[in-house]
T-cell receptor, first 111, second 114 residues
């Protein structure tokens, strides 16, 4: 059945480095994918809407140069956290498809 | 715009107690409704869903009925277990253009004691 696969599940990186997170739709094509961020003890916050073949739409307050989104195919969207800092440490999760299928999430820890 | 309101936690219960987590929504369209569960250290998992009025979603002993007249989708379980301890998110998914936009509640933490 339709599944959203997200990789990696967790990543630890040094401050100043960049981290790429992948979100793949399996058994279905997704022209639109969503990227969320979850702060501890809070709900998910929509960061951006990833559109296949065009620029992502970012929510207010989300730095587009900081969080680069690429949706180059109908089954893959990537989120790159550039020049990561400790305050970027969070849980990131993507979703796609009718019925809001979710990836398993990525826990990012920036040292 | 769309919004989801769910009861604040934490909800603390003893094992085998009855559980209700309230969820109400506002939506401009005719949304699908969901409950997600997040166990400690894990990502969200879909628990159950309902796509039209009066539908009842159920899974693992949890149930929720889509009530259009009260715009509610309350989560219930007759007898909770320690393993049900998690954060539960109510959500709706409404169609805008060709995309389904999900909106989440703030989450309700459930703690079940032996």
């Amino acid at each position: 059945g339709a599944v959203v696969s997200q990789h990696p599940s967790w990543v630890i990186c040094k401050s100043g480095t960049s981290v790429k997170i992948e979100c793949r739709s399996l058994d279905f094509q997704a022209t639109t994918m969503f990227w969320y961020r979850q702060f501890p003890k809070q709900s998910l916050m929509l960061m951006a809407t990833s559109n296949e073949g065009s620029k992502a739409t970012y929510e207010q307050g989300v730095e587009k140069d900081k969080f680069l989104i690429n949706h180059a195919s109908l089954t893959l969207s990537t989120l790159t956290v550039t020049s990561a800092h400790p305050e970027d440490s969070s849980f990131y999760i993507c979703s796609a498809g009718p019925g809001a299928l979710f990836g398993s999430g990525t826990q990012l820890s920036v040292l | 715009g769309n919004s989801v309101t769910q009861m604040e936690g934490p909800v603390t219960l003893s094992e085998e107690a009855f559980l209700t987590i309230n969820c109400t929504y506002t939506a401009t369209g005719y949304p699908s409704l969901f409950w997600y569960v997040q166990y400690p250290g894990e990502g969200l998992q879909l628990l159950l869903k309902a796509t039209k009025a009066d539908d009842k979603g159920s899974n693992k002993g949890f149930e929720a009925t889509y009530r259009k007249e009260t715009t509610s989708f309350h989560l219930e379980k007759g007898s909770v277990q320690v393993s049900d301890s998690a954060v539960y998110f109510c959500a709706l998914s409404d169609q805008m253009g060709g995309s389904y936009i999900p909106t989440f509640g703030r989450g309700t933490s459930l703690i079940v004691h032996p």
